[in-house]
């Protein structure tokens, strides 16, 4: 025989002893199918005979396809006797709580004592659960009273009881997070978040509008007289305008002097409460703007293009009566757009209570080396925790809104408006390994400039009203408790990926031709 023909016949043999005891033992083999399957992948494993034969080729893949099967059949038939065994063992379980029981012939009554038992550690549990925390024993005690089985009632009682806390260092904070999680029998769940899709419905037929418009411009102006036309003609709605704005309404024609404004910067702070709906015809800036006038609570914002780049100003100024109509008639779906309340702290003032008022962004608060050509020297600290020493041009706490505004300039990533979080982007940091961070809507964030900073620092609001930090000065941000709603186009997400694609291009690449080599 030549050496072929013998590694032939050699391989020929191996194959007949699998085979054997494939059909030997079949699937309740004395050799386990593992066994088999090991068999086959050492033959496999045999190197190639010199001259390669085909049949032996097809045959090793039919031996592949063979062991694949019977792994499957062994795993089944695992899983299938492990599940049986469980049963076996909770039905065996479950017989012998019932014979002790009956012996002690304890079953009626310790049924009325385990209710007793349970409205016991209920009363504790409501003393125990904090009103910023849940117990699980409420949800335990729903289970047991509702379920009259015993079986589920002693696999309850097994579960140790637990708690969960929040607000600790804060306490203002706690209410919220019960929104994050929830207890389903004793278990912590995802709970359905507020933050889905917010729908805004009327219920009674808003009124008065408040239209706020970008200075120095033909186009806004010319469409500004025409929609308080509409509005007070058609609508049968009243118009507040800025002092500026109404000035420049009269001078066209007295016909607009129904249309109402403000002497005193402190109605400002009233306007909330009169305001059903705000309008603001511009940019991005104008929606800034607006935003910044309110101190407080926000009422829905309506937000029309006459920008350059617009990427928070869905709406298009030609199309302004049927996106008005709509939005008067509702529901409409808005962005909860959140803000950061900034505090600035003096190191001249600190023991002072009165501290500076606290400046609400809806974009950003940066702090910069400004002028100073200096490197800008930032310790920063989030809660109780040191973060980070900033050493670079500056730093940047940005809201989801503002990500793809100064942060996403400086590195950050751009994040959904509707994700509650603060963004932490350095500006130019000299360092290799400085990465910007997303951290969550509930700390609170210090940034101060150390005593052996070389320059001043600067803070900016949403690119305006410069600050000068110096040595010892600090810088507070968190997230403000009034957030600015603005009206989707669509909704929250539909108008997020549009700006995106359509004011940042973002990933657009020509698409890659199908001819050219393949897997296949
Ligand atoms: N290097 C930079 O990218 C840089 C520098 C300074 C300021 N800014 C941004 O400008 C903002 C002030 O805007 P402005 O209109 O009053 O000043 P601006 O007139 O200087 O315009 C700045 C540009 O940023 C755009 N912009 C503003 N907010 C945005 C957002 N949330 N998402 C995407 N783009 C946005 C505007 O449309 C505009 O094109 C600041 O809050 C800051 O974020 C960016
Ligand atoms: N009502 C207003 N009063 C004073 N300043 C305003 C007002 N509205 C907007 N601004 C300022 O005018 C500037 C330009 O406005 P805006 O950003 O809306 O227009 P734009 O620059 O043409 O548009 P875009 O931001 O889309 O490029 C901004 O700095 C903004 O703060």
Not at 69 to 92: D, P, T
Not at 204 to 231: D, F, G, Y
Not at 387 to 407: E, R
Not at 442 to 450: D, F, G, S
């Amino acid at each position: 025989m030549s050496d072929q023909a013998t590694q032939v016949s050699s391989n020929k043999e191996k194959v007949n002893v699998v085979g054997t005891h494939l059909q030997n033992n079949g699937y309740h083999d004395s050799l386990p199918p593992y066994d088999s399957e090991k068999m086959i992948k050492e033959f496999l494993r045999q190197p190639p005979s010199k001259a390669v034969d085909e049949n032996l080729l097809e045959f090793s893949e039919a031996m592949r396809s063979v062991a694949k099967a019977l792994r499957r059949v062994s795993e089944g038939k695992a899983s299938a006797q492990a599940e049986a065994a469980e049963w076996k063992r909770k039905y065996e379980l479950e017989r012998e709580k019932n014979l002790q029981q009956k012996h002690k012939g304890e079953v009626t009554e310790g049924l009325q004592n385990h209710s007793d038992q349970e409205n016991s550690s209920i009363e504790q549990t409501d003393k125990c659960c904090g009103k910023h925390g849940i117990c699980s024993h409420e949800v335990l005690r729903d289970d047991i009273m509702v379920s009259k089985t015993k079986f589920i009632h002693d696999l309850a009682m097994r579960k140790a009881p637990f708690k969960l806390l929040w607000g600790c260092n804060g306490g203002k904070n706690g209410q919220h997070k019960h929104d994050v999680v929830s207890f389903e029998k004793g278990n912590i769940t995802a709970a359905a978040r507020s933050s889905k899709q917010i729908s805004l419905k009327w219920e009674s037929h808003p009124q008065t509008v408040l239209i706020l418009t970008k200075p120095n411009s033909t186009p806004v102006r010319v469409l500004c007289a025409e929609m308080v036309r509409w509005l007070k003609d058609i609508k049968k709605i009243d118009v507040i305008v800025e002092p500026r704005v109404k000035a420049e309404l009269l001078a066209e024609n007295s016909y607009f002097n129904f249309v109402q404004t403000w002497e005193d910067d402190d109605e400002i702070l009233l306007l909330h409460t009169k305001v059903d709906l705000i309008i603001t015809l511009g940019g991005d800036g104008t929606v800034l703007w607006a935003a910044s006038m309110f101190k407080g609570p926000v009422p829905p914002v309506v937000p029309f293009s006459l920008g350059s780049l617009g990427f928070m100003t869905p709406f298009q100024s030609e199309l302004y009566r049927d996106s008005l109509d709509t939005i008067l008639r509702g529901p409409i779906s808005i962005t909860l757009r959140h803000r950061l309340q900034c505090h600035v702290i003096r190191e001249s003032a600190k023991d002072e209570l009165d501290t500076e008022d606290p400046i609400l962004v809806l974009n950003e608060v940066t702090i910069d080396r400004g002028m100073s050509s200096y490197l800008t020297l930032l310790e920063c600290y989030c809660d109780n925790s040191f973060v980070t020493c900033v050493q670079g041009d500056g730093l940047i706490l940005s809201t989801t809104s503002g990500s793809t505004a100064y942060s996403l300039a400086a590195g950050g990533s751009m994040v959904h408006p509707q994700v509650p979080g603060i963004l932490f982007t350095p500006i130019c940091p000299h360092s290799l390994s400085f990465r910007p961070l997303i951290l969550p809507e509930h700390v609170t964030l210090r940034v101060q400039v150390p005593f052996n900073s070389r320059g001043h620092a600067w803070a900016s609001f949403d690119g305006k009203d410069r600050k000068q930090l110096s040595a010892g000065d600090a810088l507070i941000c968190s997230i403000a408790p009034w957030p600015v709603p603005t009206a989707c186009l669509v909704d929250s997400t539909n108008d997020f990926l549009r700006s995106i694609h359509e004011g940042l291009h973002w990933n657009l690449r020509k698409p890659q031709s199908s001819d050219g080599p393949r897997d296949h």
